[in-house]
């Protein structure tokens, strides 16, 4: 049995509000809930269209922008050019393998950004 994802509305003034709360919420707490494991699914409410990755995405910019060090460049190239297999993600039957490969992959670059961070720092 799975959980529903909590749907929030994005109004076009960028007001988040929570159907589940009945309330509006700011993007850290949009944010905060997706860090515990909260699944969520956003929708603009004029259209109803399915912007989740688009605001979280944002979301991650704004609240920790090391996160997005740590995806490789060649997938953002990927996705401005269009093509139908981001960083190897195809539909196919080994496409939970290549998700497993890619997360290994974004983990290993995040640590290696937030080393190279800390030195920096130091």
Do not use: W
């Not at 905060?32 to 979280?56: A, C, F, Y």
């Amino acid at each position: 049995m799975s959980k529903q994802p909590v749907r929030i509305r994005k109004y076009p003034n960028r007001r988040l509000y929570d159907t589940t709360r009945s309330a509006f919420i700011t993007t850290e707490e949009l944010y905060t809930m997706v860090r515990s494991g909260t699944q969520v699914q956003v929708v603009e409410s004029t259209t109803g269209t399915d912007i989740t990755n688009i605001v979280l995405l944002n979301a991650t910019i704004e609240r920790d922008p090391s996160r997005i060090c740590s995806i490789p460049s060649n997938i953002f190239h990927q996705m401005i050019l269009g093509s139908p297999d981001v960083g190897g993600l195809s539909s196919s039957s080994g496409e939970s393998d290549r998700l497993q490969l890619q997360r290994s992959d974004t983990k290993d670059n995040f640590e290696n950004s937030k080393s190279a961070s800390a030195l920096k720092a130091s």
